[in-house]
């Protein structure tokens, strides 16, 4: 099963995920996490995104969709994959149909998670993630046990540069702008589902699991 995830930073789509990818046994892609861990290891490719990030712009397509053609030809994406933050302009979700369709592949469902940007911006003004597991945390809707250490594997916890008030509106921006058509476009092509990501987290997965099985 090849999932993509949509939905504006901070819709969740990080948290839905992981729970998809375990409940399928495929694996989980995320773009913005592969751009940090490049950055962690200090490689050219996370050098040359980091500009782009901190100021919350997208990072150029050639990059993007060679970094997530690696990956998703590596053998453990032969079951499938949950594809989330990818693709994010139509020049992503074109050239992921075209290599798709050159190997008789396609994508199985698109879930889009509705979220409103008043909502968006208290999420991600308040949010803090591990950064060894990436769960996501919030200083006063859903505050880890022990301050600043993640509940599941006592990793420290961080704010990411991008989560600053001035990225956070500017990563909003582009989300409509340069994301938002890809609704109409999976619309089209008759996969798009849209779920609505103002419910608990576990009531938003339920919807995502019930819309897969
Ligand atoms: P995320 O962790 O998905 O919120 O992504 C963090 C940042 O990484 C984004 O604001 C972009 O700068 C960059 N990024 C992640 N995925 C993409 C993508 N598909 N296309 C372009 N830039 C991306």
Same mark, same amino acid.
């Given at each position: 099963m090849r999932i993509v995830l949509l939905g504006p930073p901070g819709a969740g789509k990080g948290t839905q995920a992981k729970t998809i990818s375990e409940t399928l046994a495929v694996i989980h892609v995320a773009s913005g996490d592969l751009l940090r861990e490049n950055q962690n290891k200090g490689t050219e490719l996370g050098e040359m995104a980091r500009g782009y990030m901190q100021k919350g712009l997208l990072v150029p397509d050639d990059v993007i969709i060679g970094m997530i053609q690696d990956r998703i030809s590596n053998p453990d994406a032969t079951n499938g994959y949950v594809l989330d933050g990818f693709p994010r302009t139509l020049e992503q979700a074109s050239s992921l149909d075209a290599a798709l369709s050159s190997q008789n592949q396609h994508i199985d469902k698109v879930l889009n998670i509705k979220v409103s940007d008043s909502e968006l911006i208290v999420r991600l003004s308040g949010r803090w993630i591990c950064r060894d597991c990436q769960r996501p945390y919030h200083e006063t809707n859903s505050k880890p046990k022990?301050?600043?250490?993640?509940? $599941?594997?006592n990793g420290e916890l961080y704010q990411r540069e991008d989560d600053t008030s001035d990225a956070v509106s500017k990563r909003i921006q582009v989300y409509s702008n340069q994301t938002a058509p890809l609704i109409e476009y999976y619309k089209e092509r008759g996969n798009l589902v849209e779920i609505n990501? $103002?419910?608990s987290i576990e009531d938003v997965r339920k919807d995502l699991l019930e819309t897969i099985s």
């Amino acid at each position: 099963m090849r999932i993509v995830l949509l939905g504006p930073p901070g819709a969740g789509k990080g948290t839905q995920a992981k729970t998809i990818s375990e409940t399928l046994a495929v694996i989980h892609v995320a773009s913005g996490d592969l751009l940090r861990e490049n950055q962690n290891k200090g490689t050219e490719l996370g050098e040359m995104a980091r500009g782009y990030m901190q100021k919350g712009l997208l990072v150029p397509d050639d990059v993007i969709i060679g970094m997530i053609q690696d990956r998703i030809s590596n053998p453990d994406a032969t079951n499938g994959y949950v594809l989330d933050g990818f693709p994010r302009t139509l020049e992503q979700a074109s050239s992921l149909d075209a290599a798709l369709s050159s190997q008789n592949q396609h994508i199985d469902k698109v879930l889009n998670i509705k979220v409103s940007d008043s909502e968006l911006i208290v999420r991600l003004s308040g949010r803090w993630i591990c950064r060894d597991c990436q769960r996501p945390y919030h200083e006063t809707n859903s505050k880890p046990k022990k301050q600043g250490m993640c509940d $599941e594997c006592n990793g420290e916890l961080y704010q990411r540069e991008d989560d600053t008030s001035d990225a956070v509106s500017k990563r909003i921006q582009v989300y409509s702008n340069q994301t938002a058509p890809l609704i109409e476009y999976y619309k089209e092509r008759g996969n798009l589902v849209e779920i609505n990501g $103002e419910q608990s987290i576990e009531d938003v997965r339920k919807d995502l699991l019930e819309t897969i099985s």
